[in-house]
T-cell receptor, first 108, second 115 residues
Framework: KNEVEQSPQNLTAQEGEFITINCSYS?????LHWLQQHPGGGIVSLFM???GKKKHGRLIATINIQEKHSSLHITASHPRDSAVYIC??????????FGTGTSLTVIP | ETGVTQTPRHLVMGMTNKKSLKCEQH?????MYWYKQSAKKPLELMFV???????ENNSVPSRFSPECPNSSHLFLHLHTLQPEDSALYLC??????????????FGPGTRLTVL
């Protein structure tokens, strides 16, 4: 069993829809990262958070340390948001664990 | 552009070949990383270098040999690979060692196919 589980694995949405991607983890962490990977491979770091909530444009990330859960929300989704979204947790030992990713397709 | 470049972007090699992957970062970072991404599997951290010193080797087979001549360049030397080594190899860098404060910047990756 992976230390980091993401759901759903695949998600298709209509343009404009509100999207939520979930991440649950089973280990104690110092931080959680949300990454975006576009077709072709390049990965971009979206958020790095250890508590509460962060917002950047149409993206919002929340984390509940007690429940070992994080969510990534996309408001007013757009086809350019189509990508794989990866949750990664950093343990206090500085080990990184990655989820398998959520593949998002936003249809015009 | 994240400031991290990788070459080549695509590589096809036979099991008896020797090749090298190159990563260069233009961000003034001190730490560099090699990751492997196989289909349907989570990213796997392979090696970590901090100030040119290897600080982590996550049980990677010896057919993968990293080299970090300076803080800006990282190589991954490949020899006698197996078809199951086919994957996307990603390089990343950060200002300091991975921590809750240091964001990693990723390169575009090298898509490796071993025949």
């Amino acid at each position: 069993k992976n230390e980091v589980e993401q759901s759903p694995q695949n998600l298709t949405a209509q343009e404009g829809e509100f999207i939520t991607i979930n991440c649950s983890y089973s280990v104690g962490i110092s931080a959680l990262h949300w990454l975006q990977q576009h077709p072709g491979g390049g990965i971009v770091s979206l958020f790095m958070l250890s508590s509460g909530k962060k917002k950047h444009g149409r993206l919002i990330a929340t984390i509940n340390i007690q429940e070992k859960h994080s969510s990534l929300h996309i408001t007013a989704s757009h086809p350019r948001d189509s990508a794989v979204y990866i949750c990664a947790v950093l343990r206090f030992s500085n080990q990184f664990y990655f989820g398998t990713g959520t593949s998002l397709t936003v249809i015009p | 552009e994240t400031g991290v470049t990788q070459t080549p972007r695509h590589l096809v090699m036979g099991m008896t070949n020797k090749k090298s992957l190159k990563c260069e970062q233009h961000l003034g970072h001190n730490a560099m990383y090699w990751y492997k991404q196989s289909a349907k599997k989570p990213l796997e951290l392979m090696f970590v270098y901090n100030f040119k010193e290897q600080t982590e080797n996550n049980s990677v087979p010896s057919r993968f040999s990293p080299e970090c001549p300076n803080s800006s360049h990282l190589f991954l030397h490949l020899h006698t690979l197996q078809p199951e080594d086919s994957a996307l190899y990603l390089c990343a860098s950060s200002q300091g060692r991975m921590s809750s404060y240091n964001e990693q910047f990723f390169g575009p990756g090298t898509r490796l196919t071993v025949l």
